[in-house]
């Protein structure tokens, strides 16, 4: 009885260590990638990551604003934009996203290899799809702004609140466009190609441990985990690939 007690004291005494769960702060384009990277993670460690996405002008704002957080991922040059929160030589590269255009999966794919080929598609079409830019969307913005431009008269702009892939697969619009990692991981759509030359566009994603992280150890081990080289492939089939 007396060792019971004696046991029982000594386990009220010992320190009790919260799970180091990890909350990470991105945008879209890179949500497909680190949903399937976190679940591998938490099966081999216990440890659950929280995933708080957004436009890449929310996400940025998230970390601006010091919302509670471990690790960021960002593209340039929103990335740079709020570097002074986070810790110090913590930055490592993700990948580039490229900009494609992207078709209701069985449906020709049209020539969009030059860009007067591609100008021709969008005239051709019933509408354009891309994230709403005024929904602090970057990759809706640069859509927007593109479609804008003299030469793509007559083709019809349409922002949606979703994602290009979305737009396609739950909106009923016949393109989409925008970065080809919130494309290829709709299910239902099919990425025709990227942007020609003239056009060519991407973003690349960077991240790092937050300053005022909560579990700094943490969000850099799995920062280690998601940037080793067996994680290329995960990456690459959510339309990230390699950083250059």
């Excluded at 996405?53 to 604003?65: I, K």
């Excluded at 110090?88 to 992207?102: C, D, E, M, N, W």
């Excluded at 509408?127 to 990759?139: K, L, N, Q």
Aim: hydrophobic share 40%.
């Amino acid at each position: 009885m007396m060792l019971r007690t004696m046991l029982a004291a000594t386990l009220l005494l010992m320190p009790i260590t919260a799970q180091a769960d990890i909350t990470v702060l991105t945008s879209g384009g890179t949500n497909p990638g680190l949903r399937a990277l976190s679940a591998t993670w938490t099966a081999e460690t216990g440890k659950q990551v929280t995933i708080v996405g957004g436009t890449v002008t929310r996400a940025r704002d998230n970390v601006q604003n010091k919302l509670p957080g471990d690790l960021a991922l960002l593209p340039l040059p929103q990335f740079d934009e709020v570097s002074a929160n986070y810790k110090s030589g913590t930055a490592k590269p993700i990948g580039r996203v490229h900009f494609g255009l992207a078709v209701k999966a069985g449906t020709p794919h049209p020539d969009i290899s030059t860009l007067p080929k591609f100008i021709a598609v969008m005239k051709a079409g019933s509408g354009v799809g891309f994230t709403d830019p005024a929904r602090g969307s970057a990759a809706g913005k640069w859509v927007a702004d593109l479609l804008a431009q003299p030469e793509y008269s007559g083709v019809k702009p349409m922002p949606t609140a979703g994602t290009p892939g979305q737009a396609i697969a739950r909106d009923g619009i016949q393109y989409g466009l925008g970065p080809i990692s919130e494309e290829v991981t709709v299910p239902g759509v099919e990425v025709v190609g990227t942007l020609p030359g003239a056009i060519a566009k991407h973003f690349d994603y960077s991240a790092a441990v937050l300053g005022h992280a909560m579990q700094a150890d943490e969000a850099a081990a799995f920062l280690a985990y998601i940037t080793r080289p067996e994680a290329r492939a995960v990456w690459k089939s959510t339309g990230v690939e390699n950083p250059s």
